[in-house]
């Protein structure tokens, strides 16, 4: 069978499909995470939850109610809060994390980013207008 056959016969398979989201990601680590623990624990019951989530992964991604999953990842999102970002690309998270701080606006609440290791800065929200100082 050639690559472009397993390919398409692939992409049949999952159409109508859910896929794979942020909520997956994160089981599919704790998975591995608790694996590497069995390594060295040797307990059945690890073992066992980290196949549970696997058949929860794995139910997910090929279920056909697309609308319940999605609801079902929002919601998680929303308790993710902050660590969105680390959830959806964890590279480029780290990379931002490295190079940029995020200040709050004391008037509107609004996120500002600004470059680290430049002492203290004045900022100007872009939502309301205030300045005031960061220390980055």
């Given at each position: 069978?050639?690559?472009?056959?397993?390919?398409?016969?692939?992409?049949?398979?999952?159409?109508?499909?859910?896929g794979?989201?942020?909520l997956?990601?994160?089981?599919?680590?704790?998975?591995l995470?608790?694996?590497?623990?069995?390594?060295?624990a040797?307990?059945?019951?690890?073992?066992?939850i980290?196949?549970?989530?696997?058949v929860?992964?794995?139910?997910?991604?090929?279920s056909?109610?697309?609308?319940?999953?999605?609801n079902?990842?929002?919601?998680?999102?929303?308790?993710?809060?902050?660590?969105?970002?680390w959830?959806r690309?964890?590279?480029a998270?780290?990379?931002?994390?490295?190079?940029?701080?995020h200040?709050?606006?004391?008037?509107?609440g609004?996120?500002?980013r600004?470059?680290?290791?430049?002492g203290k800065?004045?900022v100007?929200?872009?939502?309301?207008h205030?300045?005031?100082e960061?220390?980055?």
């Amino acid at each position: 069978m050639a690559k472009g056959d397993f390919d398409r016969k692939m992409a049949e398979a999952m159409r109508g499909r859910y896929g794979s989201d942020e909520l997956n990601n994160l089981l599919n680590a704790i998975v591995l995470v608790l694996l590497i623990i069995n390594i060295f624990a040797q307990q059945t019951w690890l073992l066992l939850i980290a196949l549970a989530l696997v058949v929860c992964v794995g139910w997910r991604i090929m279920s056909k109610n697309v609308e319940a999953r999605r609801n079902e990842n929002e919601l998680f999102l929303d308790h993710a809060g902050r660590f969105r970002p680390w959830l959806r690309n964890p590279s480029a998270a780290l990379k931002e994390a490295r190079t940029y701080k995020h200040a709050v606006c004391p008037d509107c609440g609004q996120k500002v980013r600004v470059p680290r290791g430049k002492g203290k800065l004045r900022v100007t929200c872009p939502k309301c207008h205030k300045k005031f100082e960061v220390k980055s």
